[in-house]
């Protein structure tokens, strides 16, 4: 079954970078698009990115265009999510999970734990 392992969460202080890696297993990498949403409490869950497989133009939210950057790497069937330039807000627990695109927006399927970004001088 799919099995999605993040790691890479942290500490960092606003305007630094964090790079989140999510591991990915149990099914065919190459088929699915893959992406990370973030939930912090009282929040509504955020999609942050959605990337397929060779996918020239990844799905970003507004809040994170130009700052964030989602890659994939085939060889390490990895996902990696480059966090620059980062804000009080955008803290949260990060999920990489299995996307899709809508005329709507961005979905979610499966997911891993997450894993915590915390932001803060």
């Known amino acids: 079954q799919v099995q999605l392992v993040e790691s890479g969460g942290g500490l960092v202080q606003p305007g630094g970078s964090l790079r989140l890696s999510c591991a990915a297993s149990?099914?065919?990498?190459?088929?699915?698009?893959i992406g990370w949403f973030r939930q912090t409490p009282g929040k509504e869950r955020e999609g942050v990115s959605c990337?397929?497989?060779?996918?020239?133009?990844?799905y970003y939210a507004d809040s994170v265009k130009g700052r964030f950057f989602i890659s994939r790497d085939l060889n390490k069937n990895t996902v990696y999510l480059q966090m620059n330039s980062l804000k009080p807000e955008d803290a949260g627990v990060y999920y990489c999970?299995?996307?899709?695109?809508?005329?709507?927006?961005?979905?979610?399927?499966?997911w891993g734990q997450g894993t915590q970004v915390t932001v803060s001088s």
């Open positions: 999970a299995t996307c899709f695109r809508g005329d709507h927006g961005v979905g979610y399927d499966s």
């Open positions: 149990g099914f065919t990498f190459e088929y699915y698009a």
């Open positions: 990337m397929g497989h060779n996918e020239p133009n990844p």
